[in-house]
Every structure is written in C-alpha cells, then in structure tokens.
C-alpha cells in the first residue's frame, strides 16, 4: 500500500473537489484536518488566489463550483493507480519540463518523479524543435525513470510512452489516433499532431545500463488555437471532439497507462499496437539522418521498435533516430 502525504491545502482541496458542487462546512474541512476552522479559511484564501472558484456561504461552507481545470496534485494522486506519479511537482510556468526533470535526476530524484507546468518558456520537442505551450490549454509533463534496462531499450521505453498515451486519451475522450514514428500522435481524423513525446536517458558508460530516463509528454488539450505557422499542422482533443477536458483526469489516466506499459517493455507486448497505430508503414516518406535527407518508403518497425525503410535505388535501412515526414 502506498501512502500519500498531502499538506492541508492540498487536503482541503482534494475534499472540495470530491464534493464539486456540494458545501463542505469548515467545521468537517477542520475536523478532517485536525486544525481550526480560522486556519481552514486561510488556506480557502490561498486556493482562491491560485484560480480556484470556491464560494463560501455564512455559517454554512465551501463549495468548488464548476470545473476550475486547475493542475493539482490533490485531483491527481489520490486517483492514481500505478507507482508512477506518487511525487509530483506542479509550477504555472518553467523553462522546460524535461530540462528540470533531468536536473533533478542527475541529483537522485527517484522512479515516478513526475514535474507538471501549466505551460513551458522553452518547450522542446524532437530534434530540437521548440513545442508551442500555451497557459491553461494543454498538459507539458515529465516522468523519470529508472528501469532496470539497457541503453539499446530506450527505443521501446520511447515505443511503450507512445502507445500509453494513446490508451489515456481512447479511454478519457473516446478519440481514436496514430502514431507517427518516432513518438507524435496524431488525429485519425484529420491527420493533425495532438501530442509530441520526448525521451532522454542518461547510460553509465561503464555497465550501458540505463541510470535514469526522462519521458517528456506535450498533449494540446482544450486549445481553441494555433499560431498561422502550426493551423495545418497542429490540433487538439477539443478542436477534434468539440469538447472540454479535464486535464487532471487525463494526466492520471496517462500515468497510470505508461507505469502498464513500460512493465511491459521485457516482453515488448505493446509492439503490436504500436505498429497497428503506425500512420506510417506503407508510407512513402522523406528521412533526414544526421545530415542525410532522403525518400523511402516504410517496410516496419522491428523488435527494437526501429523504422525500417527502404531508401530509392539503396538498401534496407534501420533507423533508430531522426524524423520522418510523410509525403502527401
């Protein structure tokens, strides 16, 4: 059994919002919380400047009306069923979530460790693209772990990340997407990216075990927009689905999906889905590697969770980096 500590804040919190839309009086909230009632009304303070829409009725309580969609730890592990996510840290804004989740790595954060922002100065994506993220709109985040595994499973921690999102968002909205190698997922319906995934791992140079992996996870949640240079190319799960989400639901969703399916990665068991997920096999693309670009088209995806492609007039190639775009 895994015991969560929360502060009173966060556990005045959690009752308001397992009571949304009902009055709480102080006398519970204080008794719940074993401080008095003058107390709990500061700590209602506090919650109010955060954003949170709590309204108090004389001699009577609180009520957390509506859904505020704010990020909060006591929404979120409290409905958590794997190991993952038990620790959580959540800022309105960061540079980026990785960069500070690899920094705290490097100083022994342990497996679960989870960083949240309400939107990123520096967002980063695959080979070095900048990832647009908006203030109360999307879900920036970053998991470290420590797997037992070695340097060449990194591809199928970055393969079990991908499919566990995917899992997260059929399950909360009922949307059904693909994946496009290596981890962007993307709206079946319109052939849009709704998410881009980031690992990062650190290898001890003298076992090549894996000392710690990063999982960056970038989901457009509720944006209503995009900029002119990402509308072709970008969406989210309201522009897709006309609805709504509640980000605590669907990051909890997400944890819980990737602590499956990384249990998995020994036995590889999601490489299946993940090929049946591909946006890409049969697909003619265009490959940039390192500093080569060129047209292939996609065979599969091997055990390794590598992209074989077969390159016009040359050989079989297996890539384990780079990025592919599909030629329309």
Known sequence: ??????NPR???LRILLSHRGEIVTGNDLGAALGISRSAVWRHIKVLRAEGYRIYSRTNNGYCLEGNADRLSAAD??????????????????IDSTNTFAKSLAVLGAKHGKTIISDTQEIGRGQTGR???????????????IRPNFLAEDTMLITTAAAVAVTDAISEVCGLNTGIKWVNDIYSNTSMRKLCGILAEASVGMETSQL??????IGINVNNTSFPAELKRTATSLYLETGHFFDRNTLIVKVLDALDNRISQIP????????????ILIGKDVNVTHGNR???AKVL????????????????????????VALIS
């Open 1 to 6: 059994m895994v015991t969560v500590h929360m």
């Open 10 to 12: 966060d556990e005045i």
């Open 76 to 93: 979120i592990i409290p409905k958590l069923k794997g190991g993952l996510g038990r620790d959580i840290d959540i800022y309105k804004t």
């Open 130 to 144: 900048d990832f647009f993220s908006p203030a109360g709109s999307g879900i920036y985040m970053s998991v470290i």
């Open 211 to 216: 000392e710690y992996v990063v999982i960056g």
């Open 267 to 278: 036995s590889a068991a999601f490489l299946e889905e993940y090929r049946n997920l591909s």
């Open 293 to 295: 670009n060129f047209t």
């Open 300 to 323: 599969e995806i091997d055990s390794r969770g590598r992209l074989v492609v077969k390159p016009d007039n040359a050989p079989v190639s297996v890539l384990s980096s780079g990025s």
